[in-house]
């Protein structure tokens, strides 16, 4: 089946088996391999990618299904390649640890912050209720991203 | 130049982790991430669906195309055997099994799709024998299926009156134990039983293997790239230096890829050797869940003395260790169960018993803790009970006899120093509120009780006793041009920081700014042995060779700057020209005094402690018995933070995982086989189930420890969550549950043998 | 399993109702095993975790039901009353979302956050649900209490199937193969009266329901004059509680028993033990749950 859609800005044309997953297709053809598998089944949430600004367990989505649409992965919340307000949050105040989770959280921070930019610790735990850490407790995440929540209000960056 | 003579720019400071932006960017590549090497396949293994059993005969379907699968056998292993303590474990069982899920046949297709149905095309013919399943039956011994009597490994600890010699120790002690308890004013009982808890580190186990003219090249997800070797080189009868193993950047371990990658590089390299093809095998969350080691399930008895005003003074205990059916590293888990069974109290006389028994269930192994959870979780749960018979509230009989320097643990060791036990348990009951929380009645609101408890534990950094001598770990940092510091250990960082904090000590040692601090991929080939990434050691014992070596090699080139000027990146410059290569090699070599008897369990079993209080407060909802942990306050001492952010964040991630083992973590077992192998029904918390943390370092120097005393902290977390939720939910609805998992279940059942659950 | 075998399967996307429902008649016609597909929370689980298919096996065709703007969609409608109509394809982050849903079906809006987590609620919906007739279902659950009219069309034509007449055994329904599931009718609640929606998992996301509780009422005079409540995992299908209805509607509610309405409750469940929870746990929680709600209704229970 022939798809067309947008991944992190740029569009592509694919001619794939409609029933790949979405996940699959970001892996290998697409080449982008910071989107994690940490169960096939919905439940860890490292496979998380924006699908149309929403967040989305890429490894329940059929490619078939994402035609004319977007997807962002965690590579598109990088700004050339270097990390955002996001990113930097989570590598300085101890969001990412062995960062498997990482990529899934921060698809789910960015999803809450386009949202809303100034959320509370509650409804930052909401936001990541799909996206399962094994190695941090949480805090720090949260915490994470309530910094990157100021840091974008202040600087007035947008999310991309 | 001693440590206390170093300027600290960046330890005790929290710089962001150095691996944080490839992280934070997707850029990290993790084994499943490594572009596909040309003519891989994919690899998988036949499993026994059976726990034990003959097994006599493999049949591949006649009807299937085997022609582009590549099938290993046990007979295709040039050495059977997965090499660890004892030889016991196949590589792939050959004339029967002894747990579902042990391999059987390995395959290997490129198709994916046609592999998972060659692996269906298989045929294994099992006589099955009766299994034993839990530690009652392999104690009962009606089946034995491990030397005379089901035990695998023993040991004995005694201290005070319970020291006796004699022929029969076993015995003679007991006896003497039983002495002292009858001579103690008020003797308490209780038996208290913990679970199988499953890692869950959220990046599978998975390994990429291939041969070329160096010989065979390993890359996976790892802990511990020599113990990996070390199997590679037994199970195919290689020299060492034909096998490279490479740590790809790992997600998460927490002990579960300490011994199990052993075996999961055996199965790719058997596959990459027969098939003259790199193999890669990256297990999907249920074989994951399903082969892989657990944390040991484990049963104490205990039965303690004390003084009418609450001074501790006999300890038995007796530990059950479920081993699983494989010794793996069951003696070592065991050894550091009974070494912390003490808990933080200053014991008179002791008597401290570790039996592991054998099982028909898969291996359990090493998890962050090591055998000290269980334990701890026993001698934490029967103070409380102490304290409830006595009337006293617990945190306060705790306190009355916790251990100080000069006193004594069961095996022995006098403690000469870095106890910042009082300071941690005073700083986590002040901050929790803790005293008048418990000093009114639980507040009940509607239908919901709140209580708060509290646990207090030790966890002892490093290889036990004469370990670390036996090991000699070793690291070299070497000089790099342009005045930059390559640092090579086999020390891994899964998560845990590792690279950044060793990066912070080598800047600070040799004076130079983090950004000329490098960390050079963990291989065998290029690295030294440091001994394996567990065991708390990392930051204390390696962390302290690594500040030596970075010592030594900035001390060439400041001698050179002072001899001919320039800046140190100049003078670095100058001596690699006229050397070649600069570097240090240095080796680990404990404190001069620490003294171990191996043979009678006595003396130095850890250089330093690191020492931690919990305060749990939870909310139970009367009605279903969910129960919430609504507050958590650790105090820990941590020796000296290097990183004080990532310190908390391993307190805080350990905590978790201990109240998820406490409360919703429940392997479920049925004829030795995994019924919820599955993360929608292996329950670990999530964001909203995590309680926010209230973390605080209290910092008691060691001497030897590095950046200024560091102790390591790794396991110690995982010790004291749950008994301190075991705790508030006592305090919350007077349920006293001695066996965990806590779940609403369990709860609800204890209520009722109460009479006492109406709607 | 065999994700692997995703690669062998071929997606109709049809972009309107009628095509789909000719699309899937001539399929049942012709006898050619079909699956659907909207937000694929139930179906990619199932995909992968059934055994491989055989090495010439022909996989069924599924059809993308996410492109039908038939399925989507929140209104009012009037049927004999007004409505609320929503569309089977409306995901659970739209439901919550929804102002009409928020004020006249708040126990739908809060049900809605309740599911999964954040990313299940983006892609899962109402109509998946139902199709998938798991007895855990919540969102079935939050439907059966408002005794929505399930609406069901096909080449033959469109028809309202009452709750209470739709599900008929473990995951059995009256659902012909070539019927689409494409709305549901619900009865708004009059503003301000009593709802309650109690999910009882392991954990606070991502969790299927041990039990859960939905129920609406609307009251006068002491009593109840509409009265609706379903659970979730109390039974092999969403069970909708007859007696327990029949008994809060037949008294007045400050002369409701306790007992009587723990027998009710007996009467209309039959839990049973899994690798989720207890049969006890489930009989003890439902009793609680239900004697909860009616305390809020002001029985003396
Ligand atoms: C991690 C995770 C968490 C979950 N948590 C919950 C939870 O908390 N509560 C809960 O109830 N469920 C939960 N689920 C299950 C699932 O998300 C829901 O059942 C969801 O509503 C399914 O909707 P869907 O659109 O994704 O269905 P799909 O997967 O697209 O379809 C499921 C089935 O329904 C059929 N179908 C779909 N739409 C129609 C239609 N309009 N007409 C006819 N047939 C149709 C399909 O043929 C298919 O067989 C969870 C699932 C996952 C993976
Ligand atoms: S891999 Fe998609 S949710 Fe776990
Ligand atoms: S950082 Fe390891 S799982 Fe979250």
Known sequence: ?160 | ?759 | MSVADLARYELAVPRALPEACQLLAARVASGEPTLLCAGGTDLLVELGMAPPLGAGARPPLCVDLSRLPELGGVERVDRDGPRIRIGAGVSYLALGRHALVEGALPLLARMSHDIGGPTIQARGTLGGNLATGSPAADGVAALAAHDATVVLTSVRGERRVPFAGFQTGYKRSVRQADEIITAFELEPLAPGSPWCWRKVGARQAQAISKVAFAAVAELEGGRARRFGAAMASMAPVTATLPATRALVLGTPLAGLDGEALDRAVAADTSPIDDIRSTRAYRAHAARALARGFLRELGAAV
């Open chain 2, 1 to 759: 130049m001693s440590s206390s003579e170093v300027r600290r720019e960046h330890v005790g400071r929290s710089v962001g982790r150095v691996d944080g932006a490839a992280k934070v960017t997707g850029r990290a590549l993790y084994v499943d991430d490594l572009p596909a090497r040309p003519g891989e396949l994919h690899g998988a293994a036949v499993r026994s669906p059976v726990a034990r059993g003959l097994l006599r005969s493999i049949e591949l379907d006649p009807a299937f195309d085997w022609s582009d699968v590549t099938v290993v056998r046990a007979e295709d292993v040039p050495d059977n055997v997965v090499a660890l303590l004892v030889d016991d474990q196949p590589v792939l069982a050959r004339t029967r099994v002894n747990h579902a899920y042990e391999p059987v046949v390995l395959l290997a297709c490129a198709d994916r799709g046609k592999l998972e149905r060659a692996v269906a095309a298989v045929r294994l013919e099992l006589e099955p024998e009766p299994a034993v399943l839990e530690l009652e039956a392999a104690l009962a011994a009606e089946t034995v299926i491990s030397g005379p009597d089901n035990v695998q490994s023993r040991y004995l600890i005694t201290k005070g009156a319970a020291d006796v010699e004699a022929e029969d120790r076993v015995a003679a002690s007991r006896a003497a134990i039983e002495r002292a308890l009858a001579g103690c004013e008020v003797v308490v009982s209780g038996r208290y039983s913990c679970h199988h808890q499953e890692h869950l580190y959220l990046e599978p186990n998975g390994m990429v293997a291939w041969w070329d003219a160096d010989g065979l090249h390993a890359t996976g997800s790892i802990q511990c790239p020599y113990y990996v070797q070390k199997g590679l080189c037994r199970g195919l009868r290689l020299p060492a230096e034909r096998v490279h193993v490479t740590q790809a950047v790992t997600g998460g371990g927490f002990g579960g890829k300490e011994e199990y990658p052993t075996m999961l590089a055996l199965h790719a390299a058997l596959l990459a050797q027969k098939s003259g093809r790199p193999v890669r095998m990256v297990y999907g969350r249920r074989e994951d869940i399903e082969a892989t080691t657990k944390r040991h399930p484990a049963v104490c008895e205990v039965t303690t003395g004390c003084d009418r005003d609450g001074t501790l003074r006999v300890l038995s205990l007796r530990a059950l260790y479920d081993a699983g059916a494989y010794v793996t590293l069951t003696p070592v888990v065991l050894s550091r169960g009974v070494l912390h069974a003490g808990g933080v109290y200053a014991w008179r006389d002791a008597r401290i018993e570790g039996l592991s028994l054998a099982t028909n269930t898969p291996p359990s192994g090493a998890f962050r803790g090591f055998g000290a959870p269980q334990t701890l979780w026993a001698i934490e749960r029967h103070v409380d009970r102490v304290a409830r018979e006595l009337g006293r509230d617990p945190a306060e009989l705790k306190r009355q006899n916790l251990l100080r320097v000069g006193d004594s643990t069961p095996t022995g060791q006098v403690l000469r120093g870095s106890v910042g036990l009082a300071e941690c348990v005073t700083a986590a009951l002040e901050a929790s509120g803790y005293r008048d929380k418990r000093a009114a009645p639980p507040r009940v609101v509607g239908r919901k009780a709140r209580g708060i408890g509290c646990s207090v534990v030790l966890h002892g950094a490093g290889f036990t006793g004469s370990g670390e001598r036996r090991l000699q770990g070793k690291v070299a940092v070497d000089l790099r041009p342009g005045g930059r510091l390559c640092i090579r250990t086999a020390s891994t960082d899964i998560g845990q920081g590792t690279e950044t904090v060793f990066a912070q000590i080598v800047a600070d040692a040799a004076g130079v700014g983090l950004a000329d601090v490098d960390f050079a991929t963990p291989c065998t080939t290029h690295v030294p042995d440091s001994g394996p990434t567990v065991a708390s050691r990392t930051v204390m014992v390696v962390g302290s060779i690594v500040e030596r070596a970075a010592q030594k090699v900035a001390a060439r080139v400041r001698a050179e700057q002072a001899a001919a000027g320039g800046s140190f990146a100049a003078a670095g410059d100058r001596l690699l020209a006229r050397e070649g290569a600069v570097s240090a090699l240095e080796q680990y070599e404990p404190p001069g005094w620490v003294a171990w008897d191996d043979a009678r369990y006595k003396g130095d079993a850890y250089p330093a402690f690191a020492f931690a209080c919990d305060v749990a407060e939870v909310e139970v909802d009367l009605d279903t018995f969910e129960v919430r942990v609504v507050g958590f306050w650790c105090a820990a001492d941590v020796g000296r933070a290097v990183n004080p952010v990532m310190c908390k964040g391993q307190l805080e991630g350990g905590a978790l995982q201990a109240i998820g083992w406490a409360l919703t973590e429940e392997v479920v077992w049925r004829d030795g086989r995994i019924l919820n192998p599955r993360l929608t029904n292996y329950i670990v918390p999530t964001a909203l189930d995590a309680p926010p943390f209230e973390t605080f370092l209290v910092e008691a120097p060691f001497e030897h420890g590095p950046g200024g005393g560091a102790k390591g902290i790794g396991e110690l977390p995982m010790d004291g969550g749950a008994p301190a939720v075991a705790a508030a939910i006592e305090h919350a609805t007077g349920l006293v549950l001695d066996g965990l998992p806590l779940t609403p279940e369990r709860l609800l059942a204890a209520s009722l043998a109460r009479g006492e659950v109406k709607p």
């Open chain 1, 1 to 160: 089946m022939k798809i067309e859609l947008t991944v992190n800005g740029v569009a592509r044309t694919l001619e794939l088996p409609p029933l790949l997953r979405l996940l699959d297709v970001l892996r290998g053809p697409l080449g982008l391999t910071g989107t994690k598998e940490g169960c096939g089944e919905g439940e860890c949430g490292t496979c998380a990618v924006l699908l149309d600004g929403e967040p989305v367990n890429a490894c329940l989505v059929p490619i078939g299904q994402c035609d004319g649409r977007a997807v962002v992965t965690v590579e598109g919340l990088a700004v050339d390649g270097a990390p955002g307000a996001l990113g930097r949050a989570m590598a300085e105040h101890g969001g990412a640890q062995c960062g498997i989770c990482t990529p899934g959280m921060m698809i789910s921070a960015e999803a809450l912050l386009v949202a809303r930019p100034a959320p509370s610790a509650g409804e930052v735990r909401h936001a990541l209720g799909g996206t399962l850490c094994r190695c941090t407790g949480y805090e720090r995440i949260v915490d994470s991203v309530l910094r990157a929540a100021a840091e974008r209000r202040g600087a007035g960056e947008v999310g991309p």
